[in-house]
């Protein structure tokens, strides 16, 4: 039923260095991707998403890309920073009625440690 | 997140008590879901809601789970005669319900039932 899947439990990464976060998805149906960032004892916070006519959406340090023949994407995180350890989620959804995004599909996350 | 309001943020309940978690969306948002997370696993969709209606309630489980949001006050889930089970974080998102608009989530409401 893991629609979504983040084989990687743990990435650990030096300060300044590039971090590549990945992610697989089988509904061929998915229409928009989204990570999150989630600290301990608080709530997932939206990070960048990129929708499948794209292949690759920018925000400044954090970039997405979308491989849907491989059904793939990752997240890059250039230059990686302390601050930046948290664990990092992977969401996938469809239109709901061509317009409304519906539910979020996650994946389990990645710890992602980044140390000085 | 100063954004979507949920309360309470920890519970404690006993095994047969009634648990009611309540969830305010980020101002101008129409649209409710409510996720539930288990230790070491990610997020699970559980319902999806507008004003006053429920638009997908596939991931709810059939019996004891309810979950409303009236056209005044906060989206509530309630969950009857909880068992040890139930125990687990539960988090409210909001969203504009508009295209390519994502989900904004609360800081969740931790679970625990002795």
């Known amino acids: 039923d893991q629609q979504v899947k983040q084989n990687s439990p743990s990435l650990s990464v030096q300060e300044g260095r590039i971090s590549i976060l990945n992610c697989d998805y089988t509904?061929?149906?998915?229409?928009?991707f989204l990570w999150y960032k989630k600290y301990p004892a608080e709530g997932p916070t939206f990070l960048i998403s990129?929708?499948?006519?794209?292949d690759k959406n920018e925000d400044g340090r954090f970039t997405v890309f979308l491989n849907k023949s491989a059904k793939h994407l990752s997240l890059h995180i250039v230059p990686s920073q302390p601050g930046d350890s948290a664990v990092y989620f992977c969401a996938a959804s469809e239109y709901d009625r061509g317009s409304t995004l519906g539910r979020l599909y996650f994946g389990r996350g990645t710890q992602l440690t980044v140390w000085p | 997140n100063a954004g979507v309001m949920q309360n309470p943020r920890h519970l404690v309940r006993r095994r047969g008590q009634e648990a009611r978690l309540r969830c305010s969306p980020m101002k101008g948002h129409s649209h409710v879901y409510w996720y539930r997370q288990l230790p070491e696993e990610g997020l699970k969709f559980m319902v999806y809601?507008?004003?006053?209606?429920?638009?997908?309630e596939s991931g709810m489980p059939k019996e004891r789970f309810s979950a409303e949001f009236p056209k005044e006050g906060p989206s509530i889930l309630r969950i009857q005669q909880v068992v040890r089970g139930d125990s687990a974080a539960y988090f409210c998102a909001s969203s504009q319900g508009m295209s390519n608009q994502p989900q904004h989530f609360g800081d969740g409401t931790r679970l625990s039932i002795l």
């Open positions: 509904n061929s149906m998915f229409d928009y």
């Open positions: 990129i929708s499948s006519i794209k």
């Open positions: 809601l507008q004003k006053e209606n429920i638009i997908d």
